[in-house]
């Protein structure tokens, strides 16, 4: 089976290729072909979970050598170890969900057949960065899975604002790509191979020295800044949920944006061979949560909502990961798939209900869409953490981290930061689902959603259940055959209870349910009084803390003008100056030829005929008829002819 | 010698000792200014008739200068042909012709200056190559006076026929000319 | 003394004297008797010459009558020249005799 394993990553390119050329053709144009091999690539995938997790250090690695020059060599291979066996689970399942789902959602979508080529090439690219056992194959799968991001956000074009949204997406996570690309880079210069065994043994036997692993870890997590859009590369998600729901199911949700942190998780050796690198992505990662749990707060689209949940979960598990859950973050990552895919799916039943995002036109309809509710509150309870849901799980893993770390701060603030998950999460399932329909027209019209939608609704909401049972020691035993430096941050000396963590999570959580249980059914503290006495809070808040707009007027703004000013630069000096004044100071120089040749040869050819002209009209005047004029004449010329024959000088006349 | 011997022997030259009594040089001066100015005024007088006895001024005191020269004879053909003959000539033709000229008018040219100018440089020229001339001075302290008269019939008709008869066929030409001009019918032209 | 050097300095100047005249002079009479100065200037060169190398010969005494009577002849055909020319064109002036200018 794991010898196979590239028939993973090739099958769903060859469905991808198939349905764009051939589509048109086949059942379903295409969608057919796609399921089915999603679901061929998820059995696959499961078998070798399976295996890994009998034989978690079973690792299996395939590669071919690519190009080399020197010692520096890349190659292309596979490695199936239990990160990637994970991953691969996660992936194929998801985007077999929402391939089967997709199938109601985008019944009536004209560009059907290229949706799931779209869909089918994404989950291959996807597949690519996961199985890969070298930098370089992950870049390439990295930025693959940009080009299906950029295309399906914009897959309905015509929206300027959907097209607009894929390009910010794209920049934005270029971006970071590039500091991911100068770490690449750095490391294959001095290390002389990408390969992730053979970098972890060169760092190991001390090649490069720590400060340099820090940085290039670091750069290499700029990457992940934009990917997986933590603080300040953030800012293309919201705008991401332009695109179909299925699409943010997948993509923005489970796993695209996943893939940031399993790089962090790949590379985890970088990060802990550098001083300061794992304190650094943990403070980003918690400034990351926090903000987008209080941009959630406010927003009023549903999708928006989700997404900042997404940021928000996101920065938990970089945060995870900063104080040494590398196993911690993984499993949030698990179960954050599930129930966030979920969310967004569910929200998208919800949307195809009533044919608006906005929640505050939305209520009371868990009446008339049971099959979306029952999901919706499994995932709901599942983000909020709360026993027995997987989100209880994982979190808690995070929390429980965060203390043993050397910064209580951190422990806090994250604590903090689930409260606000809870409020929100809360404050959303109760405005669309429980709360009095705000829009008659609306909830009159609202039904439930077709099989193909519902049913992977349940099965997820099934997993948001017992995915925290099941994989609450897998996963932990599927990472521990990466063998590691011990933890740099070593436990704290106190120890806790083990119920402490636990009690104190489902206590923010609970709380958290609560206040916005008064506020927004309750009505016992009216919203919109708290919105107007802290107006200004509120009104940063709407505005995502106004990073668009910073964006806007420092960067792209003088971007812009500089381009400007080069583009005037360009046609005056260049155009004007260089090619047409070279054009006009040859029409220049001939006309001086011209008028060089006109008045100064012809002149000189007219000199002669003036010259005689002159000679003659003064030598006229000798001609005078008198003799004696003459005689005159004569004399003058025989005294100087005398005066020279004799040599007279003046002396001579002084007698 | 023997037809000259009894012609000398009438007169016996070299034994005829001039006495001179009077100063040469200063009867020289005076005739010399006195013929230079009567020169000048003969070119510069307005008036045409006057310049005629002026010029018959001029001419008698080169007589008297060919008198000191020893060329008596000259001197009197001098008075008679110029004198007696051109110089009225010349008088009846002034007299002539006088009446449309005003006595006021100027009688020099416009190019009076620069021939002024041109004659003194020739002057000059003349003058100077006269000083760098360095002729015999030999026979100059003996003034050798004797009647020339019989000399030059001699020597008219004897070496000098040819020219004295040619003279006289331009004479006749010269007369005839002269009739034929003051003949008084009109010249085509 | 008077030597051969005063007489030809005398000449010299009566010639120049002459010349002016010659070409100065409007009236066509003051030419001719501009010119008799000029014959005399001559003469007097002749006879001193004569008389203070060949005091014996007397050939430029010779010369000088032939000149004389030549100037005498001259001025005949001259002075008859002139009286047509008054008799025609009523003037004396030389530069008003211009009938062949063209």
Known sequence: MIEHSYLIVLLPLLSALTIFFFGRSLPLKGAVLGICTLGITLIHSLGIFSILLQNPSYITEISIPWFRFGIHQTEFGFLIDGLSALMLVVVTSVSFLVHVYSLGYMKDDPRFKRYYAYLSFFTFAMLLLVVANNFLQMFIGWELVGLASYLLIGFWFEKTSASNAGRKAFITTKVGDIGFFLGILSLFSLLGTLNFAQVQGRIEEGLISANTAGIIALLLFCGAMGKSAQVPLHVWLPDAMEGPTPVSALIHAATMVAAGVYMVARSYFLFQHGPFSLEIIAWVGMLTAFLAATMALVATDIKRVLAFSTVSQLGYMILSMGVGGRAEGMFHLTTHAFFKALLFLGAGSVIHATHTNNIEEMGGLSKKMKLTFIAFTSAWLAISGIWPFAGFFSKDGILEATLNSNNSFLFWCATFVAFLTAFYMTRLYLLVFITEPRDKEIYNHAHESPKSMTIPLLVLALLSLVAGFLLEHSVPLLLSSQVLPPNVHASSAHTYPHWLVPAISSAAALLGIFLSYLIYWLKAVSAEKIASTFSWPYRLLLKKYNFDEFYIYCIIKPADWLAQKLALFDYHIFDQLGVDGIGFLTVKLSQIHDWFDQNIIDNLVDIWGKLSLLGSSILRKFQTGLVQNYILFILFGFGLLMVWQLKINFIELLR | ?189 | ?102
């Not at chain 2, 310049?51 to 200068?65: F, H, I, K, P, T």
């Not at chain 2, 020597?155 to 030409?173: D, I, K, R, T, Y």
Request: glycine share 6%.
């Open chain 3, 1 to 102: 003394m008077v030597s051969l050097h005063h007489y030809l300095v005398l000449s010299a100047i009566l010639l120049i004297i002459g010349i002016y005249g010659v070409i100065t002079r409007r009236n066509i009479i003051g030419i001719l008797m501009s010119i008799e100065i000029i014959f005399n200037a001559t003469n007097i060169n002749l006879v001193a010459f004569n008389h203070y190398f060949y005091p014996r010969a007397l050939w430029g005494q010779g010369f000088a009558i032939f000149v004389i009577t030549l100037a005498a002849a001259e001025a005949v055909v001259g002075l008859s020249l002139v009286l047509a020319i008054y008799r025609n064109l009523k003037t004396l002036y030389v530069e008003r005799i211009n009938i062949l200018k063209g």
């Open chain 2, 1 to 189: 010698m023997g037809k000259d011997d009894s012609f000398h022997r009438a007169f016996d030259f070299n034994k005829h000792e001039t006495n001179l009594n009077f100063n040469m040089e200063i009867v020289f001066y005076l005739t010399a200014l006195l013929l230079l100015f009567s020169s000048v005024m003969v070119v510069t007088q307005k008036s045409v008739f006057t310049s005629a006895l002026y010029l018959a001024v001029a001419l008698s005191m080169v007589a008297a200068l060919f008198v000191l020269l020893n060329a008596d004879f000259l001197a009197a053909v001098q008075i008679l042909l110029y004198v007696g003959g051109i110089l009225v000539l010349l008088a009846f033709a002034v007299m002539l012709s006088s009446v449309e000229q005003a006595k006021r008018e100027t009688q020099v040219n416009e190019q009076w200056l620069p021939s002024l100018m041109i004659s003194f440089g020739i002057l000059l020229v003349l003058l100077v190559s006269l000083k760098r001339s360095s002729f015999l001075e030999a026979e100059i302290q003996k003034n050798h006076f004797y009647p020339t008269t019989e000399k030059i019939g001699h020597l008219l008709l004897g070496e000098l026929a040819l020219p004295f008869e040619v003279v006289s066929l331009v004479l006749l030409a010269s007369l005839v000319g002269a009739i034929l001009f003051s003949k008084k019918e009109k010249i085509d032209g």
